[in-house]
Each structure stands twice: as C-alpha cells, then as structure tokens.
C-alpha cells in the first residue's frame, strides 16, 4: 500500500481568498457570517449566511469555459488553481501525466431554477442557453474543473451531503493507496445563494439570531440554536509519497486514514453509533495511539442534537485522553459540501503554523460539550496529527486522520 | 430602424457575448470561426439573437448562415419592423 501525501493547498471561503488571509481569519476568530436581506424579503425563518463574492474569472476563463460554471465551479477554479500552484505543479505536468479529480459537490440549484423559470416564462428551451445543462448537474464542477486543467486519470464527483469534501480526499487517497493513481485533485465546492438552501431553511434548521450574526454560529455552546449556511471550494493535491518525493515537491502532510460509516438511522438526526464506528475505523486504519492525535475538527455545526451527539462520539472514543477540540463552522458557518475539504485545510493551516483557532463563541458548555476539551480562545499549540469528522444528511459519516510531515 | 443601425447592434451585442475583437467582425467573416462558437455555443448564439432581437432562427436554417453578411440579411428580413 502506497503513502498519501498532500503536497498542496487551496482555498475560496467566507474567511478569505488563499491561504494566507484564511490563516489569517483562523487566527484572530473572524466570523464570515452576516445578515442578508435578500433572504429576508424571500421569506426565509433565518437570512443568516456566509459572505463571499463570486470570483470575477473573465479575461482569466474563456467565455466558453465561463459559461459551464456555476458559482461553486468559479470557488472551485480559484482554489484548485491555488492548490496546483502551491504544489508546483504546472500545465505540461498535467498533460503528461494521468492526474484524476475527486471534488465534492451534492447540489447546483440556482441554475436549476433559472433554467427552469426560462422555461416556464418563455415556453422555449433554446433560450435556457447552452451552460444551463452543465451548470445544473450535480458534477458541474468536475465537469469544468477536468476540461480546464485538461486532467486525464479519475474524473468523479461525491455527492455525500455535508460530508461530500471528506469523503472525496478519504476515497482519492485510497485510489493512491492502491496505486492506481498517483495524483489525485481533491476537495469540494458549495454554492451560497438563497436557491440553494431555502429548503433547508424551511425545516428550522438554521439559527435565527439575525440580531448578532457573527454570535448565530455557536458549536457546543448549551445556546445554540442551529447553524448558519456557508460555503465557497477547497482543494488539496495529494500524491503518492513517491510521486511527490520524484517531483521534488514540497511534502506538507500525510493522510494516514479514511474511515467512513453509514448510521443506518434518521434521514437528518444524526445518532452515536455510526460517527463513533467512523472515528474507530480511522483511528484503527491509521495505526496510532490516540494520545498522538493532537487537535479534533470536530463536524460540529451548531444544531441542538447534532453537536451533542458528536461530543458524546469523540467522549467515547477518546475519553478523558481527548485533545483540543473545535469546529472552525463557528466562524465559517456550515460549508457543507466543501466542508469535509475546507476544514482539512483550516487543520493543516493551525497545524503548519502552531496554533488551535477558537470555537468563538462557546460561552457556556451543555453537558456533553462540558467533557471536551473546547477553547474558546485561540492556543498557541503545536502538534503534529490532526482528525477532522465530518458527517451529512442520510447519516453519511466520514473521518480524516492527517500527520505532519 | 435603418438596416446600418441594425447591423451595429448586432456586432454589439455579438462582441458583448462572445468576447471577441471589433474588426474581426466584417460582412464576409465566417461567423463560427471568428466567433469560436462550437456546436454549444452556437445554440447560445441562435438564443442570444431571439432574445436580443425576436428573431427565431430554425436549425434546419442555421447551418445556411455562414457569414456575418448573410445573419444580417436573415435577421432584417425577419424582423418586426
């Protein structure tokens, strides 16, 4: 079995543009949340959400590149382009060799309902244009991310709800593993517009404190009230170590394991049993001692049962042995799709630059929270293995164990 | 509204869309090759027409429409004048 190595980083998020704002951002605790009033007027129990603009790509794009992207296509160009270049890899690696891409995406409504109020308004389907087919599907940005970098090995979306990002750099890194690519692109995207999660409004579980938006997203805290929708891309290059080792490329951590449950539960309420079986699979897989897992990124996104839930799975499995644990979704709210992703590199950030950011607003723990380890304020800590959980909608479960290299 | 007129919009709204250079745009320029429209972006061209100026274009007739001089004509005779 071959060792997985990420060799390169990149990231679009409500806590900045590249690596170094984003470091930044975890650094000081900045929330990226704000009240929008668009979601107001449309409705919405909460329009609490994640700000980031749509990266401006014409003049980078062609126009016949552009109009295949969706929103979290354009996050996904600018953080891939990132990572690649981080990773130095360059074109002519590209086109000679077979790089495959894993990304996380598991929606892209606002085309969906554009395409479709086109339809509906002009009873003429030429008019919904060439993109909207593209743009709609649920791969739209593998589709746009292969055909731009011109990528040749494995061309795959998972759609694994808010766990989609983890479970395409876990499932990327077993395809290295076995040898049967030696680079995989991965990470995930997620759209933020009001298309995308007014129904997941409509089931209450967003927190509605509009009155203090960057205090609504608040894991383990005994007030939270639900969490708050995000999102942007994230991306990682792995590669087999000896991949990286022939490059000469700069070696930033090592995957030491994938583990992945299914609760077999609740469509939405997440139990015990299935994130505990997740974290045990990986840490088994890994071959470690618990006592060398330096920091927990924890899935925690600030709904009621949901965080208690996980507090008592990583009490279970770690008990009074358990390190710092946070969820950066304090400052990101939940990024869902590309959550898995992001929050991986959020870790390799504080562990590359020996700190824990905070889990703002934890104020008060509930009992399950009171057992962890939960700071508030940022630690300056290093330490050199990471886990990050992250867990979606149909008890999809997934957990990352990485080491520092 | 003078068939000169027209013809300016069109090349607006055709440089708008398809990102390309002014002067590439003359009556005798082969439209797909100077615009780099493939067999998509030709749809989003025939839509771009109906909805800037209410003219459909059937498919049987699109492949006939070769130059930017012969889209002029389609169009002005097509037209709601």
Redesign the interface.
């Known amino acids: 079995m071959k060792r997985v190595v990420i060799t390169g980083m990149g990231i679009y998020s409500c806590l900045g543009n590249g690596l170094d704002a984003v470091r930044d951002s975890l650094y000081n605790g900045v929330s990226g949340i704000v009240f929008d009033q668009v979601r107001k007027d449309m409705g919405f129990r909460s329009a609490l959400t994640a700000k980031l603009e749509v990266p401006e790509l ?1 003049g980078v794009l ?3 590149q552009r ?1 295949y992207m969706p929103e979290q296509a354009k996050y996904a160009y600018v953080a891939t382009a990132e990572a690649l270049k981080n990773a130095g890899i360059d074109q002519d690696y590209l086109d000679s060799h077979e790089v495959g891409l894993m990304y996380g995406n598991d929606s892209s409504a606002e085309p969906v309902y554009k395409s479709i109020q086109t339809m509906l308004d002009k009873k ?1 389907t ?6 909207a087919i593209f743009q709609s599907m649920n791969s739209t940005v593998t589709m746009s991310l292969s055909c731009i970098f011109r990528l040749k090995g494995m061309n795959l979306t998972v759609s694994g709800a808010c766990a989609s990002g983890s479970h395409a750099i876990g499932l990327g890194a077993m395809l290295i593993r076995n040898g049967l690519q030696e680079m995989v692109v991965c990470g995930g995207a997620q759209e933020v517009n009001p298309y995308a999660v007014g129904s997941f409004d409509g089931i209450s579980a967003f927190s509605t404190r509009e009155s203090d938006p960057t205090k609504a997203s608040r894991p383990f805290d005994r007030d939270r009230d639900g969490l708050v929708p995000g999102g942007g891309a994230a991306t990682v290059i792995i590669e087999s170590y000896e991949s990286a080792v022939k490059r000469g490329a700069p070696i930033l951590a090592e995957i030491l394991s994938y583990g992945f449950s299914s609760n077999g539960d609740h469509i939405s309420v997440p139990n015990v049993d299935g994130p505990s079986r997740s974290l045990q699979m990986a840490i088994k897989l890994a071959g470690i001692n618990i006592n060398e897992i330096g920091y927990i990124n924890a899935h925690a996104t600030s709904t009621p049962v949901g965080d208690r839930n996980e507090a008592k799975a990583i009490y279970n499995v770690f008990g009074d042995a358990c390190p710092e644990v946070t969820s950066t979704k304090a400052m990101t709210g939940h990024e869902m799709w590309m959550a898995g992703a992001s929050e991986v590199i959020y870790s390799m950030l504080m562990m590359k630059n020996g700190f824990i950011a905070p889990n703002i607003n934890f104020e008060n723990p509930d009992e399950d929270s009171a057992k962890l380890n939960i700071p508030a304020k940022r630690i300056e800590k290093k330490f050199d293995t990471f886990l990050s959980n992250s867990f979606g909608f149909g008890g999809t479960n997934s957990t990352l164990i990485v080491r520092n290299l | 509204m003078e068939k000169a007129e027209l013809i300016e919009k069109i090349n607006e709204v055709l440089i708008e ?3 390309v250079e002014a002067d590439v745009i003359t009556p005798e320029a082969d439209i797909k090759s100077t615009l ?1 429209l ?1 067999s ?2 030709l ?2 061209m ?2 771009l027409i ?2 800037e100026f209410k003219v ?1 274009i059937k498919g049987s007739e699109i492949a006939q429409l070769k130059t930017f001089g012969l889209l002029y004509d389609y169009i002005w005779d097509n037209i709601e004048k």
């Open positions: 014409k062609s126009r016949n109009v003429d030429t008019l919904v244009g060439s993109g | 869309e398809f990102e780099e493939d998509l972006s749809v989003d025939v839509a109906e909805s459909k």
